[in-house]
């Protein structure tokens, strides 16, 4: 049998013909949609949204079913072959790949049903946030995600979805009804308030832990045309301070993102500031145009240098919003900020103004308010127990190149440090998966509990390759 870091992602190699042998019921079920190296289709479907050291998975399943899920999980256990299970493959910390192991790409699930008589939308585990948008905003409604039309609606879900909504709906793991899993051994359960009770807690921030989501029950809500887009301002501490001033204490129709970074070369975006630390926000009123005007005043008395917000179908927020491009080597730091209704001050701000202009690369500090309903939710109810905080912040950078990464690692943890943000976090954030990171994702009654579930639904530890919690 071979061995796995969970941490590292890598797993000692064993022979090809033990490989084989160990895949051979996985192969006669699937076919050619059971990827090995040699593969057409492999180097695309062993690509994730973020680079790094090579993870090269001993084989790929493109499962299409919710048999076929069990078929792969019950050869991963029985091989005693290291499992990664992808969605949209955008967790920084690469959860979707796993070394000399079996990837399961969940990728062909990508049914979404939008139920407008019921208010419920059902996505197959496989859904990205913008196909399932699109498909709930051709009837006027949604299900709040993040920013990102790519990002997986199972990863999102599974480890919280903070985004234009979350202020006025709840994090995505708030709008979770239920959901149809397959547990390590194969079999196929549903979870809900009133069925598995237990699992349905853990999922609702526990992350790919407990087994493969092949169904999210999702909360719709009436969403037609919001008020959104992008602004953009010149770095002044006095401005950034307004800016978060303005969302903490505005409606909970108001939310978004703040990113103080350097500007990139898009043609949006006044040539003059490419290369040069600038504020963007990226946001949402889902109120009425007044009301938008209002909560928008302090930020347009700024002189925005850039404003692109207008009246829109808020499914076209996820329009061709693919976030930076794929591929690049980078690591990211999160935390939480302040409690209720709070924002940072001037001096803060300057920090993060400061650390952005004395990065090496790329990086951002990027800045999401919380509050309203996100912390109307008791901590206990969810596996997600940070309610309370003010603001979400995680510190981003990109490394032009892999060598350069050690560098981009080191100004990450000093950015994060300066700016208070590098104890407890989020965990759909965290560049990495130590067990120091597991810890500061969930306080430690939160673990405790999400162990004994962990101890009930894969007390083998299968889904490891993720935030692990052991059993
Ligand atoms: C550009 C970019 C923008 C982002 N924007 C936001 C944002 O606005 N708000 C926000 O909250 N987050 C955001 N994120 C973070 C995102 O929520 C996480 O990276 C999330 O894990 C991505 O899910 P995925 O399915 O795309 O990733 P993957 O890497 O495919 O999945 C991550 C892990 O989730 C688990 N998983 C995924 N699907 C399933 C399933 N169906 N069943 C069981 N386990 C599953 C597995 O353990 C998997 O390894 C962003 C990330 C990026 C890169």
Redesign the pocket.
């Known amino acids: 049998m071979s061995t796995h870091d969970s941490t590292t992602g890598t797993t000692a190699p064993r022979s090809p013909e033990a490989l084989e042998r160990a895949l051979a019921p996985l192969a006669a079920a699937l076919g050619d949609r059971l990827l090995t190296p040699a593969a057409a289709g492999f180097a695309e479907a062993a690509t ?3 680079g790094g050291p090579p993870r090269i998975p001993a084989a790929i399943a493109r499962v299409r079913s919710t048999a076929e899920v069990g078929t792969a999980l019950v050869v991963a256990r029985d091989a005693g072959l290291p499992l ?9 910390a690469r ?2 790949l796993v070394d000399g192991g079996l990837v399961l790409d ?1 990728r062909l699930l990508d049914g979404v049903e939008i139920d407008a008589a019921a208010g419920v939308g059902r996505a197959q ?2 859904v990205l946030a913008g196909a399932y948008t699109a498909a709930a905003g051709a009837q006027g409604l949604a299900t709040g ?4 039309a790519t ?2 609606v ?3 879900t ?6 234009y909504l979350s202020r006025r709906d709840g994090l995505t793991l708030d709008n979770l009804l239920g959901a149809q899993v397959v547990l390590a051994d194969g079999q196929v359960v549903e979870a809900g308030p009133d069925e598995n009770p237990d699992l349905y807690w853990a999922l609702r921030g526990g ?2 832990n407990f ?4 169904r999210l029950d999702l909360r719709l809500r009436e969403v037609g045309t919001v008020t959104g887009g992008m602004m953009m301002w010149e770095p002044t501490p006095a401005g950034l301070a307004t800016i978060l001033r303005a969302f903490a204490e505005g409606p909970e129709e108001f939310a978004g ?1 703040i990113n103080v970074m350097v500007a990139p070369p898009a043609p949006m975006i006044p040539a003059e500031l490419h290369g040069t630390p600038v504020l963007m926000a990226l946001l949402v009123h889902s109120g009425t145009s007044a009301a938008a005007d209002e909560a928008l005043a302090p930020l347009r008395a700024l002189g925005p240098v850039l404003d692109g917000v207008r009246e829109l179908p808020y499914a076209a927020m996820f329009e061709g919003a693919g ?2 491009p794929a591929g690049g080597v980078g690591d990211a730091r999160t935390g939480f900020l302040g409690r209720g209704v709070w924002a940072p001050d001037e001096d803060w701000a300057a920090a993060a103004i400061e650390a952005v202009s004395g990065a090496a690369g790329p990086a951002a500090v990027n800045i999401r308010p919380m509050g309203g309903a996100i912390g109307r939710v008791d901590p206990a109810a969810t596996a997600f127990a940070h309610r309370d905080p003010a603001f979400m912040v995680t510190v981003g950078g990109s490394a032009p190149a892999a060598e350069a990464l050690p560098a981009t690692q080191e100004w990450v943890a000093s950015a994060a440090s300066a700016l208070g943000v590098a104890g407890r976090g989020y965990v ?2 965290m560049g990495a998966a130590t067990e120091e990171d597991v810890r500061n994702a969930y306080p430690e009654a939160t673990l405790a509990r999400l162990r004994e579930v962990k101890r009930e639904y894969d007390p083998g530890n299968l ?1 490891a ?2 935030h692990n919690v052991r059993p």
């Open positions: 994730v949204f973020v990664a299970v992808r969605a949209g493959g955008h967790h920084q959860h979707a969940l585990g496989g995600f993040g920013d990102t990002v997986g199972g990863g999102i599974l480890g919280g979805g903070i985004g992350g790919g087994g493969v989501v092949t993102m976030g930076p759909n954030f889904f390759s993720n």
